[in-house]
């Protein structure tokens, strides 16, 4: 299998479902015995988190592209960003290496591309659900997106940066998310993005009243797609 690099601590709650995810992917692939040959630096998220302004978004930017080049030094064949957040600064990272860097977003596409999926919402914090960097590749991909719902916004940012980041999954959240998922299928959605990877901690991925892509466990595969040379 080739040695696969994640660019991880943000959160670390993410870090630790990716690696658990991918390992279960390995597993299943090349038989019990099995696990991942992975590199994982783990980034101090504290620095990290609620970037605003381009000057903090250059200087994330600088950190994550240094973390790729240590990955890549040590032997990585491709590499993972471990948030879907920071995907904001992608181009700047790839660019910093030689080797491939697999992008969460396109990975998402390709998936409901391939399943007719014409519709959907993408929930996740606040500059993914917003920007440009992440829908521009559901869109490229002829996914009509839902536009985003302010008070859906300020919500999930909450729930997310105040609450999942620090480990707790309450019985709350989950509520105002299946109160959220209901409106969204209401509003025609088809399907739902988690453009967050800590989501799933309150989110059913796998029973719910719309298909759920869930953006960490996508990612995870290609991440293993690429390990056993099926990329």
């Known amino acids: 299998m080739r040695k696969i690099g994640l660019i991880g601590g943000m959160s670390w709650l993410s870090t630790r479902t990716y690696y658990e995810h991918i390992n279960r992917l390995v597993q299943a692939r090349a038989g019990l015995g099995s696990s991942a040959p992975m590199l994982i630096e783990s980034l101090d998220y504290a620095s990290l988190s609620r970037l605003s302004g381009n000057e903090e978004w250059q200087r994330a930017a600088g950190i994550l592209a240094d973390s790729a080049r240590r990955l890549e030094q040590a032997g990585a064949t491709a590499l993972l960003i471990g948030a879907n957040a920071m995907h904001k600064v ?50 490229g ?87 056993m040379g099926e990329e």
């Open 90 to 139: 992608y181009d700047q990272v790839a660019g910093a290496v030689t080797v491939p860097v697999l992008h969460i977003a396109e990975c998402v596409a390709a998936r409901m591309a391939d399943s007719g999926v014409k519709k959907a919402a993408l929930i996740g914090t606040r500059n993914v659900m917003l920007e440009s960097f992440y829908r521009q590749k559901l869109i």
């Open 141 to 227: 991909r002829d996914i009509e997106l839902l536009p985003p719902e302010m008070q859906f916004v300020e919500t999930l940012d909450r729930i997310i940066y105040d609450e999942l980041m620090q480990g707790k999954a309450t019985r709350q959240a989950e509520r105002e998310l299946k109160t959220i998922l209901t409106n969204l299928q209401q509003d025609g959605a088809e399907a739902v993005v988690l453009g967050c990877t800590e989501l799933e901690m309150v989110v059913d991925v796998d029973a719910n009243i719309l298909p759920i892509y869930d953006c960490t466990r996508i990612h995870a595969e290609a991440a293993v797609d690429w390990m």
